[in-house]
Structures are given as C-alpha cells and as structure tokens.
C-alpha cells in the first residue's frame, strides 16, 4: 500500500471576496492539516486576491482572467484556458482535482478528459435559481455525468442534479464553520443595538427586499435605536443607495462595503438577516450562527432549514415577502428575552458544522466514497 499523500489540486476562478473563494481556502489549509498535499490553482493573479491562503497551501496562479469583446473572443479565451488548464492539472500530478462553480466545473471537466486524475466538481449555489445561458446549461447537464462525484451543499441541490443533469454519483457536503471565532463571543446583552447583513449587492441577495422591510418598520426601529449595517459590494450598489434615500433610510441603515473583519462585525451586533431569494449553503448565515448572533431568513431558500429551526435557534419569514421579513425583524429587536435565547442556541447549533463534523466527509469524497 502507498503511504504518499493524497495530492489535491483546488480549482477556483478566484480568490476574491465571495463565500465560495473563503470556502477554498480554508479547505485548502484543512486538508493540508490533515496530511495531504494541496495546490490551489486560480484563473485570477495573486495581486486581486481577498482571501489569503496559508503559507503551507501551493498556489498556481493561471493568468486566464480576460475580458472577451464578443462570441469569438469569448471562445478563444475559453479555448485558452482549456488548454492551459489541462496542462497544469498534468503538471500537478494529482490524484484528484475538485473544482468550485458552475462554469470552472464544465472547463474542468472538459480540461480533464482523458488525464489519470480523479475529478470532483463542487455546485455552490442552487442551479435551479442561478442563471448561467443556454450554453453552460446545455454543457453542465451533459458533463457533469463525467464527474466522479458531484459535491451538493444540500440535499435539495443533491436532488435537483440527480434530476437535471447526468451526475452518475452526489454527495452532500454543507460548508463547515469557524470554530475559532465561536470561543468567547459576547452576550447580546453587552451589543450595541445593531442589526446586520452581510454579502454580494446583487440581486441574489434580496438586500432590495431587506430595505422593503426595514422601511415597513422603520418608525419602531428606529425609535428603539437600532442601526443596520449591511457589507459587501456590488453591481447594485446605486440602486440600493436609491432605494435607501428615497425610503428615508440612509440616516440610519448603511451600505459599509467590504470588510475582512466580519467576524468582528458580527460579535458586535445583535441581530442578523438573511434576506436572499436563492443560495446553495449560506455561509454567512453560519458565520452569524457562530458569532452568536440572533438570525433570521426567509424560509424555502437553500440552506436555511438545514441551519434554522423556526423559533429554536432562529426565525424564518415566509415566502419573499418583506413586511413578513419586517415583522420577524421587528419581533427579534424587540423581545429581549426571545433575542438572548435564540442567540446562544444559534451558537451551540453551529457546532454541528465545525470543521471536525464536516471536513471528513470532504475527505472521504477525495478518497473516493460517500457518494449516494
């Protein structure tokens, strides 16, 4: 029996500030713990990095990130970056690669035909919701049948790919926690009176749909003193600064940008919200879980019934209607005792997602099993 490690080659766009890009490299630096060799290998160059990889983590940096002007330079960049593609997957001498998101998961696929090399490929969102064109739907429904395993971040993903694609083997993997940043988290009580969210401006996020409801309860609110905050940056930055003045929001709930300390962030808020139309796993919701915040969500959406047990560790609004997203809001700033409770609950439940429950079922996918 061989006694090398297991080699592991990532495969990312980028490393930019999105949940998946933070996912990758804290994946990265827990494999490695755990014995095996691991290579990030990026689109992107290191100078647009958000997230920094750990110092013993390899990283291989393609340079493919490049504009296309039309159809046929969209095709020759792709062709490109096949072709450079499939010849560091060579180079690396994995045994397997795992690639993270939709259109990465097709190019891989195709980089890899035909190469000894085991390939996993990674949904981060809901495909069903996430519009990615005629082509890449075409292209993902056919090859993900290539795949060795297909990792879903939820069993309704799992489903729906088993359904709509010609994946041959699923598994569910959720995202793990940050066990670190749960130790000493402060009691609600001692938080200032802030309301928090987290993630892209786009539309994905319903952060239009968290400023419909805080303009419902805009009186209660602010006359109880609470601030929002709401980081991140994106496309629709404008249009939510719009809405934002026009509703008469802006003295009191703020678009704050990117930030690198959202954990800190969050340990100093009290309450947080959720208020996407589609994700595959929130990770930023388990981030507020874990810094003990009071959260809450809109039910049905992909992974909130996983994290949240409606009125145990958390509230959830039903549909996408803002005034119930408004009302959930108003009814945690303002019962104390349901807030304090439902925040250290939030916590422990957390804990089922720490990188010791999660991280061995990303290793058992690596070694070949825990398919369904």
Known sequence: ??????????????????????TVVRLAGQLQ???MR???????????????LPDSVARVPLDLMRRSSGPVSALQNNLRRLRVLRKAIQNGGFDVVVSFMDSTNVQTLLAASGLPV??????????QYHKVGAVWRALRARLYGRADTVVAQTGQIAAWLKDNTAARRVAVVPNFSDAEAAADVPLLAARPKRIIAAGRLHRQKGFDLLLAALAAQQAPLREGGWQVCIFGEGPERDVLQQQLDSSGLG?????????????????????????????GFPNVLLEAMTAGCAVCAFDGVSGVAEL??????????????????????????EDTALTERLGPAALAKSAQFSPAAVVPLWEAVLRGGAAQ
């Open 1 to 22: 029996m061989s006694t090398q490690p297991l080699s592991v080659g990532l495969i990312i766009s980028s490393l930019g500030s999105g949940g998946a890009e933070r």
């Open 33 to 35: 713990a755990r014995g």
């Open 38 to 52: 691991v290579t990030v290998l990026t689109y992107s160059r290191p100078e647009t990095d958000f997230y920094q």
């Open 118 to 127: 085991r390939v996993v490929i990674s949904e981060r969102i809901h495909p």
């Open 251 to 279: 003295e009191w709930v703020k678009l704050a940008g990117k930030t690198t300390q959202l954990a800190t962030e969050m340990q100093q808020s009290r309450v947080f919200v959720l208020s996407s139309r589609y994700e």
């Open 308 to 333: 949240i047990s409606d009125g145990e560790d958390g509230l959830t609004a039903k549909g996408m209607d803002p005034a119930g997203l408004g009302a959930v809001l108003l009814r945690l700033c």
